[in-house]
């Protein structure tokens, strides 16, 4: 398994390098198919923060399957702890849900919360010649190819959105739920294989889950 360990805004000690070579072996015990480790440990210059200076993620990639933890500490060392603790509890759940699914069990399917259809009148569209090449809305608005990305300054704040293009099959709620709890997120944006609709499903609270839908008043009347 190749383990990669990178730092942002920090160097990297190799002393963290070796720590975090060592404690790896919990992840290959768990995940024998995992074949990359991803360690990215970051440091918040913010005094006020001390406390949660130091943030480590780590991401685990197995095959077609993409599990993820992060957390944060005041050393390095207890941050790699604990984002490797929340790393196993979902290794161990995605490791139980292949062996759930070999014996023919299915989790139980979330509230479809609706279909939600937005009611805002189209926007008019302003001349392509009014719009610099070299502006945000430009790099915005141009193609982008799978996996590429594109980074633009809001004017002279400090604002900076960024905008990647991710190829993803089609999937169920239930698959959704499934990614979403992988990488550790409240929500997961995916296409729903039944509507073939943009879709997000969401926590809620407890074990409630949301589901949003997203698709044009022309589509919805046909």
């Known amino acids: 398994m190749e383990i990669v360990v990178t730092g942002r805004h920090t160097q990297i000690k190799q ?14 015990a768990i995940a024998p198919d995992a074949q990359r480790v991803q360690i990215v440990l970051s440091h ?5 923060q001390a406390d949660t200076a130091k943030r480590v993620e780590i991401t685990v990639i197995a095959g077609r399957t993409v599990v993820r933890a992060e957390a944060s500490s005041a ?3 207890s941050a790699l702890d604990l984002a490797l603790d929340k790393l196993t509890l979902r290794l161990r759940r995605a490791r139980d849900r292949r062996k759930d699914h070999r014996r ?7 509230v479809d919360m609706g279909v939600v259809v937005p009611e805002t009148a189209p926007e008019a569209k302003e001349p392509e ?3 610099p090449s070299d502006s945000p809305a430009a790099a915005l608005a141009s193609e982008l190819g799978p996996g590429e990305s594109v980074e633009v300054q809001v004017g002279d704040t400090p604002i900076v959105i960024r905008r990647k ?9 239930d698959e959704a739920l499934y990614e979403m709890e992988l990488i550790g997120h409240d ?3 995916f296409v729903n294989k039944e509507t073939n609709r943009p ?3 969401y926590h809620r609270h407890g074990w409630s889950y949301g589901v949003f839908e997203i698709d044009t008043p022309e589509n919805v009347s046909k």
Do not use: C, W
């Open 165 to 173: 293009l991710h190829l993803a099959e089609p999937m169920s709620i």
């Open 129 to 131: 010649d009014s719009v």
């Open 187 to 189: 929500f997961f944006l």
């Open 199 to 201: 879709s997000v499903v």
């Open 44 to 48: 918040e210059g913010n005094p006020k």
């Open 104 to 110: 023919g069990y299915t989790n139980p399917v979330p």
């Open 75 to 77: 050393d390095e060392f």
């Open 15 to 28: 002393r963290f390098r070796d720590v975090a070579d060592t404690k790896m072996n919990r992840v290959t």
